[in-house]
């Protein structure tokens, strides 16, 4: 690993340092077509930590969050987690067209087996928490882009998970609601204090919500660079135009260049 | 409160956005002179249609040879087949007398049809096993000519109302059985993952995730289905002459005589009119079922 920043400015001391939630320890995929996805990937993210990981398109950036939340099976290494608290945000909102804005939060509640009157209180509270107060009754395809990745999120959000698996789940939404759900998830990761595991080719989305970001090689994917994030909480939307970012992100996106080749 | 505060620009934004797509087209909500507008061409296309038949039927008539042509002229069918109102063997009254056991073995071999189609399919859905096992035979039941097994169907079902309602079922349950397999196998496979992670049972998957996305396919196949139910019904008077008879006996028994081709065209012509019928209740019924969320039925309503 790179050696990083040692004094990091962030407040981070919320959360006792150290307790992890999830860990990869030597984490190797081969998919039976006899791809190599990722080789040999070990990290941490302990609770009150937001970590992205960045890499070219098909590094298996993706296969990492599958193998954590068990819907893909690593070929050697292992993983620890608690399962029964795993947020997952799909590249899609993968909202049940079916369903309401306020069923459709319900919906992993509801299968988790809590009761009704407690999963709508909840289902209304993460609809708060979302600004979708007012859209409940809407149907999916009623709502913008943007609408449909909040309620996503707020679908999770009602089991209130200690981890968080975020797919690049921005990135088919427009650059100006990008930002602005960047901004959101950063408010909604302060409130919760949630262990955050998030994908993105997005240097800039990577840097402005991490604490911690890592750089994987083009496939087999291995972890090529990792750095400490320390801008100070919270993070007000113009520090994608301060200096420092900017440097960080361009030191980042050099190491990504360095990986394609 | 809120974690997040507010921004009204892009929710503003995002609220347009929905409004917009919220809107329906103009020709669902438009005025009444549409609609009137709208019915021109089919209107224009049944004029049309009435005088190719009258200059066929004028064409083939044989005066020489006094006797009636294989198609009567339009009013012929009208004065002859339809209005003769009080006698009691050919017209409308007897031939509405005819339609009802048809109606009753139609609505009724429908609902076996979807019962059914729709256990096989599930069944089928449960494994690629099943569905090889199955599949074959389900497109086999669909290909039997049916005129060819009438004694072992009369064997096996008798006469009456249950060997027709065999004949609705063989006929109609194929589109059943394959769309709505069709539409339990494209469910998304996102979705799926987002049930996976959630620990679902076999049975929540099929009821709350597969059922649902496959509903749009199921109504495909049951507007489909809605029409063969009402061919099978009146082939079944073709085969079977026992118990209620259909419409399908009143067409059959005045196809013989040229003097009774008014009264067959008809009987014919009822007969197609209740399969129009037909086809406009379910199609209106399944469009009501997932207008809410579907875009198809938007377009279609």
Not at chain 1, 229 to 247: D, G, I, T
Request: hydrophobic share 45%; with cysteine.
């Amino acid at each position: 690993m790179k050696p990083t920043d040692s004094s990091p400015r962030g407040a981070r001391t919320a959360v006792a340092p150290g307790s992890s939630a999830l860990t990869f320890k030597n984490v190797s995929m081969t998919f039976p077509d006899g791809t190599h996805a990722v080789d040999d990937v070990s990290f941490d993210v302990a609770a009150g930590e937001f970590v992205t990981v960045v890499g070219p398109s098909g590094c298996g950036k993706s296969t990492l969050l599958r193998i954590a939340s068990g819907l893909e099976h690593a070929t050697t290494g292992f993983v620890s987690i608690d399962r029964s608290s795993i947020g997952y945000v799909f590249q899609d909102a993968t909202l049940l067209p079916w369903r309401t804005v306020q069923r459709n939060v319900e919906l992993n509640a509801e299968l988790q087996g809590m009761d009704k009157p407690t999963r709508q209180a909840e289902a209304r509270k993460a609809i708060e928490l979302v600004n979708l107060v007012g859209h409940e009754k809407k149907y999916p395809k009623q709502l913008s882009g943007g609408m449909k990745m909040r309620c996503s999120l707020a679908r999770s959000l009602v089991l209130r998970p200690k981890v968080f698996l975020f797919d690049e789940p921005f990135g088919a939404v427009d650059e100006i609601t990008r930002e602005r759900l960047n901004d959101e998830l950063l408010l909604l990761f302060r409130h919760e204090m949630f262990a955050g595991l998030f994908i993105t080719h997005s240097v800039q989305e990577a840097v402005f919500l991490s604490t911690r970001v890592i750089v994987m090689s083009a496939r087999p994917g291995r972890i090529i660079a990792d750095y400490q994030v320390s801008f100070p909480f919270p993070r007000h939307h113009n520090l994608r135009y301060e200096a420092e970012f900017a440097e960080l992100c361009g030191q980042i996106s050099a190491d990504l260049k360095d990986a394609h080749s | 409160m809120t974690a997040l505060d507010h921004n009204p620009v892009t929710d503003a934004r995002d609220s347009t956005t929905a409004i917009e797509d919220d809107s329906p087209p103009a020709t669902s909500a438009g005025p009444r002179s549409d609609r009137l507008k709208n019915m021109i061409p089919p209107i224009f296309t049944l004029v049309a249609f009435i005088a190719a038949w009258y200059l066929y039927s004028a064409l083939k008539y044989d005066i020489a040879a006094q006797r009636r042509n294989a198609l009567p002229y339009p009013h012929e069918v009208w004065s002859d087949g339809f209005l003769p109102l009080s006698d009691k063997v050919n017209g409308f009254r007897p031939i509405l007398g005819y339609m009802w056991p048809t109606v009753k073995v139609t609505l009724i071999g429908l609902l076996i049809s979807i019962a059914l189609g729709t256990a096989i399919a599930v069944i089928m859905n449960l494994s690629k096993h099943m569905e090889r096992a199955l599949f074959p035979y389900a497109v086999l039941m669909q290909t039997i000519p049916i005129l060819a097994i009438t004694p072992l169907l009369t064997q096996l079902f008798g006469e009456r109302l249950g060997v027709r309602l065999v004949v609705v079922v063989l006929i109609a349950v194929f589109p059943i059985i394959t769309n709505t397999l069709f539409g339990l196998q494209s469910t998304d496979r996102l979705h799926h993952d987002l049930f996976t992670l959630n620990q679902a049972s076999r049975w929540t998957r099929l009821r709350k995730l597969e059922f649902p996305s496959a509903l749009p396919a199921m109504m495909t196949g049951l507007r489909i289905a809605s029409g063969l139910a009402v061919i099978g019904s009146i082939v079944a008077d073709f085969f079977f002459a026992q118990g209620d008879k259909g419409i399908g006996y009143y067409i059959r028994t005045r196809q013989q005589k040229a003097s009774e081709r008014p009264e067959m065209f008809a009987g014919t012509i009822t007969a197609s009119m209740f399969g129009v019928l037909m086809f406009v209740v379910v199609s209106w019924i399944t469009t009501r079922a997932i207008r809410n969320w579907h875009d198809s039925a938007r377009s279609r309503s």
